[in-house]
């Protein structure tokens, strides 16, 4: 099943492309981070779902590649004010990794290898909005753009999309991530230009 972000359509010149406001598309894939890019071994992988130190559940690398796969389609957006259209990538829906889990948590932190988080509301990583993606382009996804597994929530700015990823706290209240703490914008909506603290 195929996932298209909102104003995706097919392939587009960028003369017949709506981007959010501010934002000129590119062909390149820019590799921004935070700091040294983590090499993290498959037999070494894991991630969790946890509520603190209660781990709700656990995948190592066999177990979470056995979990059903989805392709998307859909368009990035970096704070830094580039898009990547009609971006292609193959990844587990945070929907299928939630099944069966009852909580009552509104927020996450989610981890990666390497000490990068960012914070979301948890029912922006639901409803197929958000997957963890290990292939992007028919390749495995590349360690300098997160692999072997990176968040993937297109309708957030890509800084959200967190790279490396490693795990996913449920909390009871908001608690900023890495770029939110140092003022960016808690949210980080690209059509509302959500950028930075005050936008």
């Known amino acids: 099943m195929a996932i298209t972000s909102r104003g995706f359509s097919g392939r587009r010149t960028p003369s017949d492309v709506t981007l959010p406001p501010g934002q000129y598309p590119t062909t390149d894939f820019p590799v921004l981070s935070a700091g040294p890019t983590p090499r993290v071994p498959l037999d070494q992988w894991e991630f969790t779902i946890n509520e603190g130190t209660d781990v709700l559940r656990r995948w ?31 990844g587990v829906s945070l929907d299928t990794m939630f099944v069966d889990i009852k909580t009552d948590a509104s927020h996450t932190l989610v981890h990666s290898y390497g000490g990068y988080t960012t914070n979301l509301p948890l029912e922006d990583l639901m409803d197929k909005q958000a997957w963890i993606a290990f292939r992007f382009d028919d390749d495995d996804l590349a360690p300098e ?29 908001d608690q ?10 808690n949210y980080g909506d690209p059509w509302r230009e959500q950028r930075y603290q005050g936008d």
């Open 60 to 90: 190592d690398w066999k177990a979470f590649r056995k979990l059903p796969a989805e392709t998307i389609t859909v368009d990035i957006h970096c704070v830094t004010r580039w898009s990547k259209l009609g971006t292609h990538w193959e």
């Open 145 to 173: 753009h997160g692999g072997p597994a990176r968040l993937l929530v297109p309708h957030l700015y890509l800084w959200k999309s967190a790279k490396w990823v490693m795990g996913i706290t449920l909390m009871d209240e």
């Open 176 to 185: 900023p991530g890495f770029w939110e703490s140092l003022g960016y914008h």
